[in-house]
């Protein structure tokens, strides 16, 4: 998606615009799978997705395709579609791509921000000074995708794009999937706010450093609670 100063709002009241049944099927459905209301492992009931989102048989058929591209859905030939299990092994394989991915967007973003790019962050922060301290982290959440979303816009290549929007949908389910394990994640700003400094100084190396840091602290964030889930003793450092 392509932010502008008016589209980074942590919160909208605006009626989501698609450009096709298709899009919106995919949207909805990936929304739905991300936020865990289509849990790990269940069953993709398509005709209750038709009902619910109110479109034909074949925009969430193309929708249900491009989420199994995203590894969001699982299609088992005979046996139907199911929603992607979670797995303690993928928190891994994940972060070693994401982390890599994230300090390059960093260093590109540094290089290549607008004065627009470095206004929508600052709205971000303006817009968050505004919520009480006690906001939760599902707030949060919408704060730091916007936040990351502006960055890969930043880096200018829609290669890279493409590929860490997907990266980040697949991290945003296990945030979601660990939210109520979670103290709060406000702390967290602080972090956000030092990336912004070194991209809005065009420090390159110091901004791959703070994303490459910050997506190292998420991890480790998630996988103590799946670890405390599986009756393990969580750790500060990585397996």
């Known amino acids: 998606m392509l932010h502008t100063l008016q589209s980074v709002k942590i919160f909208s009241t605006e009626t989501p615009k698609y450009a096709s049944l298709s899009e919106k099927a995919y949207e909805e459905i990936r929304k739905k799978i991300v936020t865990i209301a289509l ?33 969001l859905v699982t299609i088992v030939p005979r046996r139907g579609m199911f929603v992607t299990d979670i797995a ?6 994940l972060f070693e791509v994401r982390i890599e991915l994230e300090a390059l967007a ?20 303006d817009q ?38 997907s990266r980040y949908a697949l991290s945003l389910r296990l945030w979601y999937y660990s939210l109520e394990a979670m103290n709060t994640m406000r702390s967290n ?39 405390n889930r599986a009756g393990q003793q969580p750790t500060s450092s990585l397996p």
């Open 128 to 165: 968050l000074s505004h919520l009480p301290s006690e906001t939760n982290n599902t707030v949060l959440i919408q704060f730091d995708r916007l936040f990351h979303e502006v960055i890969y816009q930043a880096a200018d290549n829609h290669f890279l794009q493409m590929t860490l929007q």
């Open 189 to 227: 700003i602080d972090e956000h706010f030092q990336i912004y400094q070194a991209l809005e100084n065009q420090h390159s190396g110091l901004a791959s450093k703070l994303l490459r840091d910050h997506i190292l602290s998420f991890q480790r964030s998630v996988q103590n609670v799946m670890l």
């Open 88 to 93: 303690f092994s993928d928190l891994q394989r």
């Open 39 to 71: 849990e790990p492992g269940s069953v993709i009931d398509e005709a209750q997705l038709r009902t619910e989102l109110e479109v034909g048989r074949t925009p969430i058929r193309e929708a249900l395709q491009r989420l199994a591209l995203d590894q």
């Open 106 to 125: 960093g260093q590109l973003a540094s290089e290549r921000r607008t004065p627009e790019h470095l206004q929508m962050m600052q709205s971000l922060f």
